[in-house]
Nanobody, 119 residues
Framework: QVQLVESGGGLVQPGGSLRLSCAAS????????MGWYRQAPGKQRELVAA???????SYADSVKGRFTISRDNAKNTVFLQMNSLKPEDTAVYSC?????????????WGQGTQVTVSS
């Protein structure tokens, strides 16, 4: 059984920072791309940032220069450092991992963590 567990969400004022973490556990052979998505009320889910097993990163235009994705392969963990937060960053943030188990290669999702940017 594979699980992705996020942590680090919360309430922060505009201009503040938060760091999200997502740890994968279970019978995992390899983790390929890991990513962070977000969904605001009434909006479609969007990809915020992604990172490959080799460390290549990509970002949504709306977060470039403010968010940084990183990973610790030894701990099967991906991070999202969010700086200069804006009210429009308010959303449920979920992590995703493309990984292999003895059953094959699948996408797994975390349960999501709420990020609220408000004064």
């Amino acid at each position: 059984q594979v699980q992705l567990v996020e942590s680090g969400g919360g309430l922060v004022q505009p201009g503040g920072s938060l760091r999200l973490s997502c740890a994968a556990s279970g019978n995992i052979f390899s983790i390929y791309t890991m990513g962070w998505y977000r969904q605001a009320p009434g909006k479609q889910r969007e990809l915020v940032a992604a990172i490959t097993s080799g460390g290549s990163t990509s970002y949504a235009d709306s977060v470039k220069g403010r968010f940084t994705i990183s990973r610790d392969n030894a701990k099967n963990t991906v991070f999202l450092q969010m700086n200069s937060l804006k009210p429009e960053d308010t959303a449920v943030y979920s992590c995703n991992a493309d990984l292999s188990t003895e059953g094959g290669i699948y996408f797994y999702w975390g349960q999501g963590t709420q990020v609220t940017v408000s004064s």
